[in-house]
Nanobody, 126 residues
Framework: QVQLVESGGGLVQAGGSLRLSCAAA????????WGWFRQAPGRDREFVAS????????YYADSVKGRFTISRDNAKITVYLQMNSLKPEDTAVYYC???????????????????WGQGTLVTVSS
Protein backbone atom coordinates (compact mmCIF):
# COMPACT_ATOMS: atom_id res chain seq x y z
CA GLN A 1 0.00 0.00 0.00
CA VAL A 2 1.52 3.29 -1.13
CA GLN A 3 1.24 6.30 1.16
CA LEU A 4 2.03 9.85 0.13
CA VAL A 5 3.64 11.74 2.99
CA GLU A 6 3.90 15.51 2.75
CA SER A 7 5.98 18.02 4.64
CA GLY A 8 7.11 21.62 4.40
CA GLY A 9 4.03 23.73 5.02
CA GLY A 10 3.98 26.66 7.40
CA LEU A 11 3.50 30.38 7.84
CA VAL A 12 5.29 32.80 5.53
CA GLN A 13 4.97 36.48 4.70
CA ALA A 14 3.77 37.63 1.31
CA GLY A 15 6.64 37.59 -1.15
CA GLY A 16 8.37 34.75 0.65
CA SER A 17 9.09 31.17 -0.38
CA LEU A 18 8.34 27.66 0.81
CA ARG A 19 9.19 24.22 -0.50
CA LEU A 20 6.78 21.36 -0.05
CA SER A 21 7.91 17.74 -0.23
CA CYS A 22 5.96 14.56 -0.90
CA ALA A 23 7.50 11.13 -0.44
CA ALA A 24 5.87 7.93 -1.68
CA ALA A 25 6.28 5.39 1.11
CA UNK A 26 5.99 1.87 -0.25
CA UNK A 27 6.75 2.84 -3.84
CA UNK A 28 9.88 1.28 -5.32
CA UNK A 29 10.34 3.05 -8.61
CA UNK A 30 9.60 6.43 -10.02
CA UNK A 31 7.56 5.98 -13.23
CA UNK A 32 4.41 7.51 -11.82
CA UNK A 33 2.83 10.91 -12.44
CA TRP A 34 2.82 13.42 -9.60
CA GLY A 35 0.80 16.47 -8.84
CA TRP A 36 -0.20 19.09 -6.30
CA PHE A 37 -3.66 20.39 -5.54
CA ARG A 38 -4.82 22.89 -2.96
CA GLN A 39 -7.98 23.72 -1.08
CA ALA A 40 -8.62 27.11 0.48
CA PRO A 41 -11.27 27.54 3.20
CA GLY A 42 -14.75 27.44 1.72
CA ARG A 43 -13.50 26.58 -1.76
CA ASP A 44 -13.23 23.47 -3.88
CA ARG A 45 -9.97 21.60 -4.22
CA GLU A 46 -8.10 22.86 -7.28
CA PHE A 47 -5.22 21.80 -9.48
CA VAL A 48 -1.88 23.54 -8.89
CA ALA A 49 0.83 21.64 -10.78
CA SER A 50 1.72 18.23 -12.15
CA UNK A 51 4.61 16.36 -13.69
CA UNK A 52 4.30 13.49 -16.14
CA UNK A 53 5.57 10.03 -15.23
CA UNK A 54 8.53 10.51 -17.59
CA UNK A 55 9.37 13.86 -16.08
CA UNK A 56 9.40 15.44 -19.53
CA UNK A 57 6.20 17.47 -19.14
CA UNK A 58 5.04 19.81 -16.42
CA TYR A 59 1.75 21.63 -16.12
CA TYR A 60 0.72 24.59 -13.97
CA ALA A 61 -2.43 26.45 -13.09
CA ASP A 62 -2.41 29.95 -14.52
CA SER A 63 -2.54 31.40 -11.02
CA VAL A 64 0.86 29.92 -10.08
CA LYS A 65 2.67 29.87 -13.43
CA GLY A 66 6.06 31.54 -13.16
CA ARG A 67 6.04 31.38 -9.36
CA PHE A 68 5.79 27.67 -8.53
CA THR A 69 7.97 24.82 -9.79
CA ILE A 70 7.30 21.11 -9.50
CA SER A 71 10.31 18.81 -9.51
CA ARG A 72 11.21 15.32 -8.41
CA ASP A 73 14.08 13.27 -7.06
CA ASN A 74 13.88 9.83 -8.66
CA ALA A 75 16.35 8.29 -6.25
CA LYS A 76 14.26 9.34 -3.27
CA ILE A 77 10.92 8.86 -5.06
CA THR A 78 9.98 12.31 -3.82
CA VAL A 79 8.33 15.26 -5.50
CA TYR A 80 8.73 18.89 -4.53
CA LEU A 81 6.75 22.07 -5.00
CA GLN A 82 8.92 25.16 -4.81
CA MET A 83 6.70 28.16 -4.16
CA ASN A 84 8.14 31.64 -4.66
CA SER A 85 6.60 35.10 -4.52
CA LEU A 86 3.82 33.79 -2.35
CA LYS A 87 0.60 35.74 -2.09
CA PRO A 88 -2.12 35.71 0.58
CA GLU A 89 -4.42 34.05 -1.95
CA ASP A 90 -2.06 31.06 -2.02
CA THR A 91 -3.16 30.24 1.53
CA ALA A 92 -4.61 26.73 1.48
CA VAL A 93 -4.07 23.13 2.44
CA TYR A 94 -1.81 21.64 -0.22
CA TYR A 95 -2.25 18.01 -1.21
CA CYS A 96 0.15 15.76 -3.03
CA UNK A 97 -1.46 13.50 -5.63
CA UNK A 98 -0.43 10.53 -7.72
CA UNK A 99 -1.74 7.51 -9.56
CA UNK A 100 -1.70 3.91 -8.40
CA UNK A 101 -0.71 2.89 -11.93
CA UNK A 102 2.73 3.52 -13.48
CA UNK A 103 2.91 5.37 -16.80
CA UNK A 104 -0.51 6.91 -16.19
CA UNK A 105 -1.65 10.43 -16.96
CA UNK A 106 -2.59 12.41 -13.88
CA UNK A 107 -5.97 14.17 -14.14
CA UNK A 108 -6.20 17.87 -13.39
CA UNK A 109 -9.51 17.43 -11.61
CA UNK A 110 -9.69 16.05 -8.07
CA UNK A 111 -12.31 13.47 -8.97
CA UNK A 112 -9.88 11.42 -11.04
CA UNK A 113 -7.09 11.24 -8.46
CA UNK A 114 -6.40 7.80 -6.96
CA UNK A 115 -3.81 8.63 -4.32
CA TRP A 116 -3.77 11.62 -1.96
CA GLY A 117 -1.43 12.81 0.73
CA GLN A 118 -2.75 13.97 4.07
CA GLY A 119 -2.33 17.65 3.23
CA THR A 120 -0.06 20.35 4.58
CA LEU A 121 -1.19 23.86 5.50
CA VAL A 122 0.40 26.88 3.87
CA THR A 123 -0.52 30.27 5.32
CA VAL A 124 0.67 33.46 3.63
CA SER A 125 0.29 36.63 5.68
CA SER A 126 -0.05 40.05 4.11
Amino acid sequence: QVQLVESGGGLVQAGGSLRLSCAAAGRTFSSYPWGWFRQAPGRDREFVASRSWSGVSTYYADSVKGRFTISRDNAKITVYLQMNSLKPEDTAVYYCASSSRPYAILPTTPRGIELWGQGTLVTVSS
